[in-house]
């Protein structure tokens, strides 16, 4: 039977209770976001709002003469049938729980998985959600971060940037490189230290590679690469160096030294046949 002094406690739980609740998961999320990460304040905020509300339901539920054994045998008895279905959840609870742990990203992060990339938004107890370089919404388990590869290209403060170059074999490669180092030191997003390389790559079918190497600030990477790119292409067209394309020699070893040519154009029984001297 509820009594006057049962009636106030209740009302006492509801009114003071759940906003102290509140207030202490708020104030221990500021504490822990200057310590850890943001997304491990927040995923502990959450898990005492969680757990205060279940304590204080619990207090209220015995303030009404509720009888809890028979609630909790039922929940008992629901709870055995939904295990099976609640596995992914788990698993995911757990994985989050690791994840918060290890800190391998925080939110406002710019990670990838799989064929997945974007901006972390929240980090929570069953998933992420990041946002695509497309503005589309995409939601990962937990379970999937834990399993795969995550690459997390805000982790640290710069970045290097590799950018690949051709140029022709009638070309010296002194000269190529001199011009390129040039590039990078008057381009405005190449930091000096660590400092950019130029390196050989491979004798190409048409053209010899190079690999450019440059350090940059993570946060100006594709800035960096268009302006590189683009003060590499002015350079190379202000020396006169061509971007060689892939192409084909035709060699003649037949014994009379004519090279025999035949185009067709129109219809297939129609054609023009050239000959050339070799």
Known sequence: M???????????????????????AYLAEKALAKRYNR??????????????????????????D???????????????????????SVSNIISGL???????????????IDNYKGTILSFDLLSIKICSPENNFIRIPNEQLLKNNVINHSKYPTKRLSIPIQFPYDQCHDPVYQLVEEVLKTNKFCLKEPPA???????ADSAISCDINVWVNSNEYSQ????????LHQAFIKAGIEMPFPHQSLTNQGKDGVLRVE?????RNEGVQQKEEA
């Open 2 to 24: 509820l009594t006057e002094e049962k009636i106030y406690k209740i009302v006492l739980l509801i009114i003071v209770g759940y906003p102290l609740l509140f207030a202490a």
């Open 39 to 64: 997304h491990t304040a927040r995923l502990i905020r959450r898990s005492i709002v969680f757990i205060g509300i279940g304590i204080l339901s619990i207090d209220i539920l015995r303030e009404v």
């Open 66 to 88: 509720l009888k809890l054994t028979a609630l909790l045998g039922s929940a008992g008895i629901a709870g055995m049938a939904l295990s099976f279905a609640l596995k992914t």
């Open 98 to 112: 690791f994840i918060s742990i290890e800190l391998p990203f925080a939110v406002g992060d710019f990670i990838e």
């Open 197 to 203: 390389r130029v390196k050989f790559s491979a004798f």
């Open 224 to 231: 960096a690469k268009k302006s590189i790119a683009s003060d």
């Open 263 to 267: 185009v067709h154009s129109g219809s």
